[in-house]
C-alpha cells in the first residue's frame, strides 16, 4: 500500500529536485519531512499542540513509510525509549511541547553524552507559570546547555527543511549529536501555510550506524565490552578528567556542526539590509512579525534591516557580532518572559546600551507589527537617533 | 599483608559449592586434579565460601 | 555475533591482555555455559569494586554465568550499586538515566528486531529494587502492559546501597534504615504479584543461597521471553554494608529469608508451560 519510495542523493533532494508547491499546516509540513526521512521508528505521546503532527506520523506507520511507532506512557518514557532505539543502530523521530519537554528533560543530556543523532521536533508552548497551552518558547532557554543542537524554524517551509536536513547534519561522523527543531506552537503548527516540497517518491539513504564514533549497541560490533553513557563518577582525577574531556569532546562536535550547517541550512543567520542603523535580531515567528513591521516602517521612511537566527546551538556568536558592528539599535522581540535570545545576543556584542530588550510576549499573546513599530519608535525617540 | 582464604586440599571434595557463592567473577577456580583454587591477588576476604563448605576445607588466611 | 568478530589477527595476538584472550578461547561466546559450568571457563565479568560479600554481585555474576546466548545479550541498567559490575561485563551494557531502563530496553529490542528480524537479541534489564519499585514502576509496568519481549531482574537488597543505605519500597516494614529514622511504614511492593496481573508470562522469585536456581530461573525467563512475551525474576541479593552484617553472613541471611519474604514463588501462563516442556 505504501508508495514505492527510491534512495537518493540528500543533496539532489535538498537542492536540486523539482518542488511542488502545497498549502499545508505546520503539523503536516512535519510529516511530510518524516515521510522523505527513511525513519525506522517513531514514538509517540500526545500533548497540544504536538499531537496532530504525530498523528499523521502513526498514518504514515500504517501505511508502511516506518517500521515501527507506537504510543508511549509519558514523555520521559518517550525520550527513554527513543534513545534505546537509537542506541540500536536506527534512525527515529518523536516530538513534544512544553510541559512534555520539561518532564523528559533527564533525557537530552543523555542523548548528547551518548552521542545519538536523534532529531525531535518541540513545538513550543507555555509551561506552568501559570499553566498555559499558548505559543511561546521559553523551553528552549532551559535547553540551551543540554549538548544538543538546536534549530528554531520561522515557518512550516523551514520546519520541513530543517527535520528533513538534520537528520544529515546530525548523522555526521563529526557531529553525531541530537538536533531540536523548535517551532512556535500553533502559529506555526495550527496555520496553513506555501511550502515546496520534493518528490515524495524520494527518501534519504539509510542511516549507517558503521559510520558512527561510538559503537553501535547491537553486540555486533566490537569491542563487546562497552558501557554505554558510563557513570564516571568515581572519586579520582582520571575519571573527572574522562568526564571533562568527553563533555568538551560534545561542545567540539556542535562547533564542527557549523560548516554542515552553513552548507545545508544556507547560514546560521540570514541577514537582510545589513546597513541598516537599526536592526532587529529575532527567531521563530518573531521574524515573521518583524518583517511586517519593517515593511510598515520603510512606509514611515524609518529603515529597519533583520538578523534571523536559525541555529541557537550551536550559537552563532561571529555572524551576530560581524551582522550587529555598525548597528546602533538592536531590537530583540520574543515571544517568551524571559528574554533568552536577549541574553545571548547580549553575551557576545560590544555596547551592549544599543541592545532594546524585547518586545516580549508570552501566555498566548500575539506580536502585533504595531507593537514592534512602537517600540522601536519610542527608542529611537529615548536615544535620539537620526533615521 | 592481605586477607584470602586457604584450601585443605585433603579436604577438598570439588563439589564447586565456593565457586557458586564467591561474589567476585574467575577468583575460584576448579583445576583439573578437581580440587578448588584461589587467586588471592583477587580475593577480597569476604570468607562467604568459608562460610558455605561442608567438609570445612577453607580456611581464613593471609599472603 | 559470531566468536570471529572478537577474535583477534595474529600479529595483535601478543599485545592483548591475558583476560582477552581467555575470553576469547576459553569464554561462553558461541560455547553454552550455565551456572553448573562456573570455576572451569572465563567468565564475562572483570575485576568490579563491590564490596567484599556483595549479594548484587554475586547474583549479577549467577545471572550472567546462564545468559543462554551472551553473544547475543544486551543489557540495560540503571545508576545504582549494579552498575558496578555489570560495566565490567563483555556484553553490551547500556545505563541512562535512573529508572528509564524498560522504556530503554523497549525501543532497543523494537530496534533490533528491525535491524536483525533473523536473529535473537536478548535485551535484559538488570537492575537494583529503587530502580524497578520506587523510580522506575511506571515504566516497568507499562512494558509488560504491552508485552514488550524482554526479561526484567531485579537485584532486590531491600535498599538503596549505592547512596548510602536508605530505604527503598522494598526494604522490609519496620526496617530502620536512611531516610527511615522510626523504621519503614509500609510493606514490602509486591513487585512479583504486580508482573503476574501486569503481563509478565513468566515469573520466579529466588535468592542467592540457590545459585542452581538463579541460574535456572533466568536462563528460561530468557528464552521464554525470545518466544512468548515479558518475564519476571527477583533475586535477593542481601546488602552487608548497609544491612550492617558481617560480610560472611550474606548467604544465611538470604537463606533465612526463603523461610519468610523471599520464599520461592514462580508463575507462568499455560503456553509458557508448554512451551518449557520442549526445552
Redesign the interface.
Known sequence: MTKEQCVSNPEYIFFDSPREKVFITGSEAVAEAVKRANVDMAIAYPITPQSESMHLIGDLYAQGYLKDYYRAENEFAVMAAIHGASLGGGRVFTATSGPGTLRAMEMFPVWAGSRQPIVCAFMCRGVSLPPSIQPENIEMAMLLDTGMIMFHAENAQDYFDMILKAYIIAEQPEVHLPIGIFADGFFVTHTRDLVMLPPEDLKLPEYDSTSAPVPTFDMETPPMRITRDPLLNKSNFISYAANASWHQEILAAAQRAKKHINHYLGGMIEISNPDAKILIAASGTAVSQSREAIKSLKEEGIDVGLVKVKSIRPFPTKEIISATENAELIVIPEFNAGGWLCREIKSCIDNNSRVLEGPRVFGGMTMPKELIMSEIKNAIKQKGLKV | MYVTVKVDKDKCTGC?LC????????V???NEDKK?CINSN?C?????C???CPKKALKEGSV | MSVRNITPVKEFEDILPKEYKDLVNKGPFNNKKSVDDLGTFKEIIEEHPHCAGCGVSLGIRLALASLPSPEDSLVVGTPGCSFFALSQSAVNYSNTAFGNQNAVATGLKRMLQIRYPDKHKDVIVMVGDGGIADIGLDLTLHSWFRKEKITTIMLDNEVYGNTGGQESGMSMKGRVLNMAPTGKKFDKIPVFDMAEVSGCVYGARVTVANPKKVGQVVRNAILIAREIGPTYVQIFTPCPTNMKFPPDQTIKIAKEAQKDQYSYKEFMTDEVAEYLKNI
Open positions: 564447586k565457586i557458586l557463592t564467591c561474589p567476585e567473577a574467575n575460584i577456580t576448579l578448588v583477587r577480597k576476604g569476604c570468607f562467604l568459608v562460610s558455605v
